[in-house]
T-cell receptor, first 113, second 117 residues
């Protein structure tokens, strides 16, 4: 069964600094990969997804993620973080079978001035 | 598009009472998911439906939990009797398909915050 690991439980960055959130998956074939964001008191919202093709995926709010098969990773990046980016970020994977998304435990992002 | 609608947004009840959470998925979506989120356990998939049929309920914690989807536009999650450890935020999500080649974005509702005293 596929699984997702987000090694960082909590990350703090300064406003304007760059950001990279790590995600590693465990699955034999090419998975479908997602990043979701959850703002305080809200449901999850899709940031971006990768199914195939270009391994660098652009998402909403200036986020991007890169699929690296050799490292089984799908890290989320943003060149300049804004205070409004403070939230919980979830990586998720689904395989080619008829099974639903498997979510990672999430990484909480704090942004300081 | 109204998105996924959940009600109530907040529920406070006493231990032993029955609790019913409601969800209206996005029109045209064939899959519906119920999740529970707590600080300790994170986001857990409880059950999901395809075309109103329950496919996998292995995440339902125990027999006190039950879920139904009588039609394509409505689902309920019931806890009877409720216990303090059931306190959590419960999310409903819907998508065009559950997974596989038709895997698609899951759209989440705002959640129901349940407190069992």
């Amino acid at each position: 069964a596929q699984s997702v690991t987000q090694p960082d439980i909590h990350i703090t960055v300064s406003e304007g600094a760059s950001l990279e959130l790590r995600c590693n998956y465990s699955y034999g074939a090419t998975p479908y990969l997602f990043w979701y964001v959850q703002s305080p008191g809200q449901g999850l919202q899709l940031l971006l997804k990768y199914f195939s093709g270009d391994t660098l995926v652009q998402g909403i709010k200036g986020f991007e993620a890169e699929f690296k098969r050799s490292q089984s990773s799908f890290n989320l990046r943003k060149p300049s973080v804004h205070w409004s980016d403070a939230a919980e970020y979830f990586c998720a994977v689904v395989d080619s079978g008829n099974t639903p998304l498997v979510f990672g435990k999430g990484t909480r992002l704090s942004v300081i001035a | 598009d109204a998105g996924v609608i959940q009600s109530p947004r907040h529920e406070v009840t006493e231990m032993g009472q029955e609790v019913t959470l409601r969800c209206k998925p996005i029109s045209g979506h064939n899959s519906l998911f119920w999740y529970r989120q707590t600080m300790m356990r994170g986001l857990e998939l409880l059950i999901y439906f395809n075309n109103n049929v329950p496919i996998d309920d292995s995440g339902m914690p125990e027999d006190r939990f039950s879920a139904k989807m009588p039609n394509a536009s409505f689902s309920t999650l019931k806890i009877q009797p409720s216990e303090p450890r059931d306190s959590a935020v419960y999310f409903c999500a819907s998508s065009l398909a559950a997974g596989g080649p038709l895997a698609d974005t899951q759209y989440f509702g705002p959640g129901t915050r349940l407190t069992v005293l």
